[in-house]
């Protein structure tokens, strides 16, 4: 996807929103701007944006219909053939689920101030996809004789019915370095304020600007020399680095963070309070299910086993409901109405689960979490938009543990990985409060893969391979695999040892567990690779390290932006035993040393030969001891020297020497 396309699809998907008709005429051109020759922020820049302006209103059409509308104006200055590419043909999304775009007008000015505009004719629009009553479309058109040097610029409206912007995400860092991107925000003046809302602002990522007071009910906002958003490896989430600002209405009030949370958290309380309703038919099926169990873990563990092998998640693939099922389903308006319907949503699993351990006697409250695949939450913003994901959580023994049965896939007293290390709103009976939830250790997401192959003497490697893979890791595989047919499973597994690989045959391929709510992951397969020794000579060069062959360096750039983030910690080991060819004899075993990283992990590798036929290669690594998966970016170097001396031993090579014909 184009650069260009990539800019307006993020802001033109759920985030859109509109303007009035206030931005119609094409703003003067200042001759310093089309007399630049090089670009103002990123010297290696091919375009740089010399503004991005947008215009958001809410409105009702009626009194009855709320209405967003948002209109852009863009203008580029092209620096070089590659900017022209990049930029001088345009997609713009006109038509989605009550989105339509109109007014669209673009032109190219060149060098010399001359003005190409683009004809109507020269706009076309294509339906991209179409799912029910729902058509994705697209308005395309190409800007006109485009050099290094011009300038480009269009604006659009775009309206969206039965839509206020409400946690609407507006972007001020893209992909395109901008010499000033602002945002005109009008409020609507009905609906919201007659409830006792306002429209309200976040910041994020932006230092020293704020909105001002426009005339007409305006405010506004503008950015200065915004650097292009580039993403590294591992970096956080992007919305916890880029610049950008949440929209929002809210009522203003003047708390402190415990005081807001304590009162939010006693209001959710009391409004899912029937959502988690012990009733006969709960109270029947709690004590069915705990008879003869005397202590509360057992408890748990039992009703924890209950909803995840017998309730039906409807969210999740596994659950194999079609849509013209979920249209079928009545709604599920308590815990006994998804336990009599063996189903439900992810949220109506978590309640009856809840209900259920409370009709059991133990204790149990529902918790709010913001995932840290989104972005690192922090209490202080007053505002319960990031607190998306609802957990369980149980004190005893002194301690909170927290259960998601709602996710059929996690081993026992694990979360998901954006809900682990986080903190959860728990709204407990007497006081909501927050907690952090655990970080799983770099034990529990483990893979353990093992080979058993021979070598021929023309380097062809054969054998057996076989990938067990544990908690979160086995969650990532089991919720990619739970939707393929056995077939498309089995041609993945061959395209992701390919791709590795590309001489590589394989066969036998055999997974289980894929759809297991217990049991690891795993992947069994019979291997191939013509070539995979390499000849030279009267020699063999061999790579024993198979699962890390033609693997990329972790880092590979020598500059870092951004701090270094892991998803969660884990654990790699690896045992390859390869027989080697009776023609060729190994000149000389070697193993590295084990590297401890201190506080964080340890990376450890042993060759062993046996009966000089024979070798055996172990290699470990852990990482994320103590739940340290965060890095600040001036730790960058030290993180790449570690990340590159794992990779310079996984690529180690051995040396196979022809042996004399008298041998």
């Known amino acids: 996807m184009k650069p260009a396309l990539r800019i307006l699809a993020s802001l033109l998907l759920p985030l859109i929103l509109g303007l009035p008709a206030a931005a119609v005429k094409w703003a003067p051109i200042e001759p310093a701007h089309l007399a630049a020759q090089d670009p103002r922020i990123d010297p290696d820049a091919d375009a740089e944006a010399v503004f991005w302006r947008t215009w958001v209103t809410d409105q009702m059409i009626g009194g009855r219909q709320p209405q967003n509308i948002k209109e852009q104006y863009i203008r580029i200055k092209i620096f070089t053939e590659r900017g022209v590419q990049e930029h001088a043909t345009i997609d713009l999304l006109s038509a989605f689920d009550k989105i339509r775009i109109g007014d669209l007008r673009a032109r190219t000015i060149k060098s010399d101030g001359r003005i190409v505009e683009v004809p109507g004719r020269s706009i076309f629009e294509r339906t991209v996809a179409k799912t029910g009553r729902i058509k994705v479309r697209f308005k395309s058109f190409s800007m006109p004789g485009v050099e290094p040097g011009d300038i480009i610029e269009y604006q659009w409206k775009q309206y969206r019915d039965d839509y206020f912007s409400q946690y609407?995400?507006?972007?001020?860092?893209?992909?395109?370095?901008?010499?000033?991107?602002?945002?005109h925000v009008k409020p609507s003046d009905y609906a919201w304020e007659r409830l006792g809302y306002l429209m309200s602002f976040q910041v994020f990522n932006v230092r020293n600007e704020a909105f001002r007071e426009m005339p007409g009910g305006w405010q506004s906002i503008t950015v200065q020399d915004v650097p292009a958003f580039?993403?590294?490896?591992?970096?956080?989430?992007?919305?916890?680095?880029?610049?950008?600002?949440?929209?929002?209405?809210s009522k203003r009030r003047k708390f402190n963070p415990d005081k807001y949370w304590s009162e939010f958290g006693k209001a959710v309380r009391n409004e899912i309070k029937n959502d988690v309703?012990?009733?006969?038919?709960?109270?029947?099926?709690?004590?069915?299910?705990?008879?003869?169990?005397?202590?509360?873990?057992?408890?748990?563990?039992?009703?924890?086993?209950?909803?995840?092998?017998?309730?039906?998640?409807?969210?999740?693939?596994?659950?194999?409901?079609?849509?013209?099922?979920?249209?079928?389903?009545?709604?599920?308006k308590k815990p006994s109405d998804t336990l009599k319907q063996g189903m439900g949503t992810g949220r109506d699993v978590i309640k009856l689960f809840t209900a259920l351990l409370n009709a059991a006697g133990i204790r149990a409250h529902i918790a709010l979490a913001a995932?840290?695949?989104?972005?690192?939450?922090?209490?202080?913003?007053?505002?319960?938009?990031?607190?998306?994901?609802?957990?369980?959580?149980?004190?005893?023994?002194?301690?909170?543990?927290?259960?998601?049965?709602?996710?059929?896939?996690?081993?026992?007293?694990?979360?998901?990985?954006?809900?682990?290390?986080?903190?959860?709103?728990?709204?407990?009976?007497?006081?909501?409060?927050?907690?952090?939830?655990?970080?799983?250790?770099?034990?529990?997401s483990r893979v353990h893969r093992k080979a058993s192959f021979k070598l021929h003497e023309d380097g062809t490697l054969e054998g057996t391979v076989e990938m067990i893979f544990h908690g979160h890791m086995g969650v990532?595989?089991?919720?990619?695999?739970?939707?393929?047919?056995?077939?498309?499973?089995?041609?993945?597994?061959?395209?992701?040892?390919?791709?590795?690989?590309?001489t590589a045959e394989v066969t036998e391929v055999e997974i289980r567990n894929a759809k297991a709510i217990r049991g690891p992951f795993t992947v069994r397969c019979r291997i191939r690779v013509p070539g995979y020794a390499q000849g030279v000579g009267r020699r063999l060069l061999l790579q024993p390290a198979y699962f890390q062959m033609n693997v990329p360096p972790e880092f590979e750039t020598s500059q870092r932006r951004y701090d270094i983030y892991f998803r969660y910690p884990w654990t790699e080991t690896d045992d390859v035993t390869i027989e080697l060819p009776k023609t060729h004899r190994l000149e000389r075993a070697s193993s590295s040393r084990p590297f401890t990283m201190r506080g964080v992990g340890k990376y450890e590798t042993s060759l062993e030969q046996s009966d000089g036929?024979?070798?055996?290669?172990?290699?470990?690594?852990?990482?994320?001891?103590?739940?340290?998966?965060?890095?600040?970016?001036?730790?960058?170097?030290?993180?790449?020297?570690?990340?590159?001396?794992?990779?310079?031993?996984?690529?180690?090579?051995?040396?196979?020497?022809?042996?004399?014909?008298?041998?």
């Open 277 to 332: 309703k012990i009733d006969g038919s709960i109270k029947k099926k709690a004590a069915e299910l705990t008879a003869g169990l005397t202590t509360p873990t057992r408890k748990i563990d039992r009703i924890l086993d209950y909803c995840l092998n017998h309730i039906n998640n409807i969210q999740h693939d596994r659950s194999g409901i079609t849509a013209e099922q979920l249209l079928k389903l009545k709604p599920r």
């Open 371 to 444: 995932g840290r695949d989104d972005f690192f939450f922090n209490s202080k913003f007053l505002d319960p938009y990031f607190l998306n994901r609802m957990q369980v959580a149980v004190e005893f023994d002194g301690q909170w543990k927290f259960y998601d049965p709602s996710s059929p896939y996690l081993e026992p007293g694990m979360l998901l990985w954006p809900e682990e290390g986080v903190e959860s709103l728990i709204l407990h009976r007497k006081q909501p409060f927050f907690h952090k939830t655990p970080t799983s250790g770099p034990e529990r």
């Open 230 to 249: 580039k993403s590294e490896a591992r970096m956080p989430p992007e919305d916890n680095i880029r610049s950008w600002m949440l929209l929002f209405y």
């Open 613 to 663: 036929s024979g070798l055996t290669y172990r290699r470990s690594l852990r990482f994320g001891d103590n739940g340290t998966i965060l890095f600040r970016s001036d730790a960058y170097p030290q993180i790449k020297r570690t990340f590159d001396y794992f990779h310079r031993q996984d690529n180690h090579v051995l040396t196979l020497t022809r042996k004399p014909a008298a041998d």
């Open 476 to 502: 990532s595989r089991k919720n990619l695999y739970d939707a393929l047919t056995p077939e498309e499973q089995q041609k993945a597994i061959s395209e992701e040892v390919q791709e590795r690989l590309n």
């Open 168 to 183: 609407s995400r507006l972007y001020f860092q893209r992909d395109i370095p901008s010499w000033e991107v602002s945002y």
